[in-house]
């Protein structure tokens, strides 16, 4: 008999989705974004200056910055005080690669936008719900500095998001929690814009492999949840962020 999947989830069904902007007051933008039990928070800070080799080119930047809070999972984690483990330094570069994929540099000026995604409980998919609160976060940020005069137009090109997939059991799941991502077979994280460009797809077989055929329907899957994500993030941006909260 074929498992039912928490709270009765079919294969190409995201979890449960939240998100709250203007989480805090002191960032340019800052959501809070859960899905299912994991929970992200994403803050964007404005910097009026570049890295020292992209100063006089007239071309802003983004980054991002990664880390799990000590109790964001069962066992106490400890800080990273001697600098950023692999693990978290692999995945805030993800980050922002996906999100720089999307900003006109030339637009933003020279400037850097920092997006700074704290996981505060991690059950699953913690890197793809960062990537789809930082997005939110980024947009907030380039409102603050439209309202202020120091943008003429947005520097976002158009939207982007992410999702999980794998393969457990011979089934294609989207949007793994960490008991299903615990036992996948296969394992996929998947970034996409709304025209549907791929920006980022990683992947791997760690207990087994896959087809062609299992491949493309992992991409299918993943792109029809994305398109359901980047919804969301558009009702979410409508109007002020002062704790507004889609679900």
Do not use: H
């Not at 995201?14 to 994991?38: C, D, F, H, N, Q």
């Not at 400890?78 to 950023?84: A, K, L, N």
């Not at 996981?119 to 980024?138: E, P």
């Amino acid at each position: 008999m074929t498992p039912r999947r928490k709270g009765g989830r079919k294969p190409s069904q995201v979890r449960s989705v939240e998100i709250v902007r203007g989480y805090t007051k002191s960032a340019a933008g800052s959501v809070l974004v859960r899905m299912g039990e994991t929970m992200v928070l994403c803050s964007a800070s404005i910097e009026e200056a570049v890295p020292e080799w992209r100063e006089g080119k007239g071309l802003g930047w983004v980054t991002a910055e990664y880390d799990m809070l000590p109790a964001s999972t069962g066992t106490r984690r400890r800080r990273s005080r001697s600098g950023v483990d692999g693990r978290a330094q692999e995945i805030q570069r993800l980050i922002g690669r996906v999100m720089r994929s999307v900003v006109d540099f030339e637009a933003l000026g020279e400037r850097t936008i920092w997006l700074d995604c704290d996981v505060l409980q991690a059950d699953g998919g913690t890197r793809t719900a960062a990537i789809n609160g930082a997005y939110v976060a980024l947009c907030d940020a380039v409102r603050v500095l439209r309202a202020d005069g120091r943008l003429a137009v947005s520097p976002v090109r158009e939207p982007v998001a992410a999702v999980s997939v794998g393969k457990i059991d011979s089934r294609i799941l989207v949007d793994l929690d960490y008991a299903e991502d615990s036992r996948a077979q296969v394992d996929f994280n998947v970034a996409m814009t709304r025209s549907g460009q791929f920006v980022e797809v990683q992947g791997s077989g760690e207990g087994g492999t896959f087809s062609r055929a299992e491949l493309d329907g992992m991409l299918r899957l993943a792109s029809r949840a994305i398109r359901q994500l980047i919804g969301l993030q558009a009702k979410a941006l409508v109007g002020s962020p002062a704790r507004r909260r889609v679900r």
